[in-house]
Structure formats: structure tokens, C-alpha cells
């Protein structure tokens, strides 16, 4: 009975056991050897092909599947190989697969569903080309599906392998971040010792109302019959939290050139500037069913190390048209958990495509403000250099999606001007040099 379940017959096989029946009834009425002959031959040989498509369902079911890939590339192509194992003393023969995979990643190079044969006791690698994008993907399981070679049997489909993800961090130019510190000295912008809030010595001077008596320097006073009082350096380094927007609205644009990639690759670069300058930062990325980020503020080598990790965390598959002011809520939670007293610089990436979601970008703005922080919203523009690589007639359509989600950007940040909210509109090409501009400015004040 199991094999019954896992074994079918297909429509050849049943024309074949009507031919058969009427030769070997033709044989034995007119008495001809030859018939009969031929019908048990036949009838033996539809025996023995349901007999080895029941081998190959059980070695099927045993058979082990690997996913093995080259270090992944984004905007660049790797080597995925799934490595089929057949344990068994037979071969098998006319194994139909189709490898499973996240719908958002394409393969260049190779078949993802196909016929092989598997030699008895080896292994067989499927090799495929895929073209890299940010995120993390899923590849498998691999559906198998064998038949014997006249087609007369075939077994149920088998999920075979499981499923493994791969994680492909953003990319960012070495260049980029040279010209960003290039860029930060050019404005005059690199850190100057200035009196403020700290630990480390600046200068002292005369008491002036208003200063707080634990400053004074009661040995200075003394020695020159006046009050004096010690003024520390201000810290120079920036507590900069930047919430990076992954819902549905973010993935438009072409393969590899989305919103969400392109804003992606421009944050690891500010990251990669903000951890050489000394600076303290935190990344949440949210809008999708989960929500990702560092948790707290961190620094260095570790903070990027971390950032990356969960920039290469977000799942495509995860992300759906939904409620994007309860993601845009939950991250602002999560943001007031972690948020240091004041002066600290929080940078939100998001498009906006509606007026709740705007509303709801106005309130948390506000309320950051008011706690003495300095918020910027940055807004993401799609550029038209997006379409490299498209189609004539699907720039025509690109062009004319591009244009309104344009308008109604210029109009969305006309609105947060208004409202006392500092919005920047960037392209993929200057968003790192205009947030670093801006970190680089209130560093200096």
C-alpha cells in the first residue's frame, strides 16, 4: 500500500494494458505463439518498469540534497551548487527537479528545473549563477519527481533538502568613504575643541552668573582674588540613530536598484564613516513582519560588523503590504528605549505614501524634538538612471511610475517643512554626502 501511494500510473501505461489485453486475447483465440509472446513481453516489461520507478520512489526519499555557495556578491554574480547524493547500487535515471527559491532573486547561468540522470553510489552538482542583491534569501527545498524511461510510471513529487538561506551584505565603495572624510575636511567640518558638556579640560575663566558653583576652581580663585571657574571640552562624539524603512514601498524599482538596496548601500557607507570618526550610532530597520537593528548604541568595528549582519537579515519574503504607520510606531518604541538624553541626531529613511503615514511622521518627529534631539527625514527619490539595463517600452512605464511617486514626494516634504520637520530629499548617488553633511554640521556647533 505505501508503494501504491508513491507510485502512478500514467495515461501510457493504461492504453498499453488495453493493447496488450487484445494481443494476448488475439493470441490465444487464433492460437499464435508469437502474440502471446509478445503480450507477455510487453506485460513484463510494464512490470519491470513499475518495479524500478518503486526502487527509485524509495531511493528518492533517502536522497540527500546540499546547498553549497560561493562567497555572495551584492550587484555581482556567485556560484550556487546543489549537490545531489544517490546512496543506492542502482542508478536513476529520468529524475525530473525543480529547485525552490525565494521568487526576489534571479539566476543568470543555469537551469533551475531540469532532468538528470544520478549515477549509483555518486554525487551530482547542479550548478547555478545567481545575480546578488541585499538581504536574505531562501533557496530550497528541491522538488524531485522520478519516471521510468518510457513514461510509463511516475512517482509523487518529493521535497528533498533543507532550506538554506543566504545572506548578502550591502556593498559600499572604498572611494565613497574616502570621499566622505575627504568631503567632511573640505567644509571645515573635522572636530575643533570647543567648551561644553564632557570630562576633559578646555580652559578656565572669569565666574559668570549663571555658572554652576561646582565649576569653580577654588585654588585659582585664591591665587588671583577672583572666582574662577573650569570649563570642560564638549564631548565630540555624536550619538546618531538612523531607522531605515523596509516596508513594500521601499522594494520599487528594477532588480538590484530598489529604494530599500540603494538606501541600503548608502547607510553601510555612513556606518563605515561614522565608526572611522569615532562615533557613536544605532541602526533599526523596520517595516517589515520583523523589525532589526542594533540594541543600543555601538561604535567601531563591532557596531559596523552588526549593522551589516542585520542589513543582510532583511527577508523580502517577509515583507507585505500592510499597516506601515504600526511598523513606523514600533520602531519609534524601540528608538525611545535606547535614546540618550539630548543632542543626539536621528535620521529616518522612509518613503511617504500616504497622509496617516505623514501624520504619524509628523507626531513622532515633534516629539523627538521636543526632547531635544535633532531629527531629519530623509526622503529617497528614484533617479532615472534606475532604468540602466531595462527594456525601451518598460522605461516608458517606469518613467511615468517615477514622476508621480516624485510629485508626491516634493509635496509630502513641502508639507514636513511646513510643519517645523527638517526633510532632505536624496538620490542614490548623494545620499551618503548629504547625511554625512548633516551629522558633520551639528557636530560643529
Not at 555581482?76 to 521568487?103: C, D
Not at 565666574?207 to 569653580?216: A, M, N, Q, T
Not at 547607510?267 to 517589515?288: C, E, H, K, P, W
Request: net charge positive; hydrophobic share 45%; with cysteine.
Amino acid at each position: 500500500m505505501a508503494e501504491e501511494s508513491i507510485v502512478y500510473a500514467t495515461h501510457r501505461t493504461r492504453l498499453t494494458a488495453i493493447v496488450i489485453f487484445f494481443i494476448l486475447l488475439t493470441g490465444f483465440l487464433s492460437s499464435r505463439i508469437q502474440l502471446i509472446t509478445i503480450g507477455l513481453v510487453t506485460l513484463s516489461l510494464i512490470l519491470g518498469m513499475r518495479a524500478y520507478v518503486s526502487y527509485m520512489a524509495a531511493s528518492l526519499r533517502d536522497l540527500e540534497v546540499e546547498f553549497e555557495h560561493d562567497p555572495p556578491l551584492d550587484g555581482g554574480e556567485f556560484e550556487v551548487r546543489v549537490v545531489l547524493r544517490n546512496r543506492g547500487i542502482i542508478p536513476l535515471g529520468f529524475v525530473e527537479y525543480n529547485l525552490r527559491h525565494s521568487p526576489f532573486i534571479k539566476f543568470s547561468k543555469g537551469a533551475t528545473r531540469g532532468f538528470i540522470i544520478l549515477p549509483a553510489r555518486s554525487e551530482t552538482i547542479i550548478r547555478l549563477i545567481c545575480s546578488g542583491r541585499v538581504g536574505r534569501h531562501r533557496i530550497g527545498p528541491v522538488e524531485i519527481q522520478a519516471r521510468d524511461i518510457f513514461g510509463l510510471y511516475r512517482t509523487r513529487t518529493f521535497k528533498t533538502g533543507s532550506i538554506a538561506y543566504v545572506k548578502i551584505p550591502p556593498s559600499y565603495s572604498v572611494a565613497v568613504l574616502r570621499r566622505l572624510m575627504v568631503y567632511a575636511r573640505s567644509l571645515g567640518l573635522s572636530r575643533s575643541r570647543a567648551s561644553g558638556t564632557g570630562i576633559e579640560f578646555h580652559s578656565m575663566r572669569e565666574y559668570r552668573p549663571g555658572d554652576e558653583l561646582k565649576r569653580v576652581e577654588w585654588r585659582k580663585s585664591v591665587k588671583f582674588n577672583k572666582l574662577i571657574v573650569k570649563l570642560t571640552e564638549r564631548e565630540a562624539q555624536q550619538n546618531v540613530y538612523i531607522l531605515l524603512d523596509s516596508s513594500h514601498v521601499m522594494l520599487s524599482g528594477p532588480y538590484a536598484r530598489t529604494v530599500f538596496e540603494h538606501m541600503a548601500r548608502a547607510v553601510t557607507a555612513i556606518i563605515a564613516y561614522l565608526s572611522q570618526r569615532g562615533d557613536n550610532f544605532q541602526l533599526i530597520i523596520f517595516g517589515g513582519s520583523e523589525m532589526y537593528g542594533t540594541p543600543s548604541l555601538m561604535r567601531a568595528a563591532r557596531g559596523f560588523r552588526v549593522s551589516i549582519e542585520n542589513i543582510s537579515s532583511v527577508n523580502f519574503e517577509e515583507i507585505a503590504p500592510g499597516d506601515r504607520v504600526e511598523g513606523l510606531m514600533s520602531a519609534y518604541k524601540f528608538l525611545l528605549r535606547t535614546l540618550r538624553r539630548e543632542r543626539n541626531i536621528v535620521i529616518i529613511i522612509t518613503v511617504i505614501d500616504s497622509q496617516e503615514y505623514l501624520e504619524a511622521l509628523i507626531k513622532i518627529s515633534k516629539e523627538l524634538i521636543g526632547l531635544r534631539n535633532i531629527v531629519y527625514i530623509v526622503n529617497p527619490i528614484i533617479t532615472s538612471y534606475d532604468m540602466v539595463g531595462l527594456p525601451v517600452w518598460a522605461r516608458g512605464l517606469y518613467t511615468l511610475k517615477t514622476y508621480g511617486i516624485l510629485r508626491n514626494q516634493l509635496n509630502y516634504s513641502r508639507i514636513l517643512n511646513k510643519e517645523g520637520v527638517n526633510t532632505v530629499l536624496v538620490s542614490s548617488l548623494d545620499a551618503p554626502f548629504k547625511i554625512a553633511r548633516l551629522i558633520e554640521l551639528h557636530r560643529s556647533r
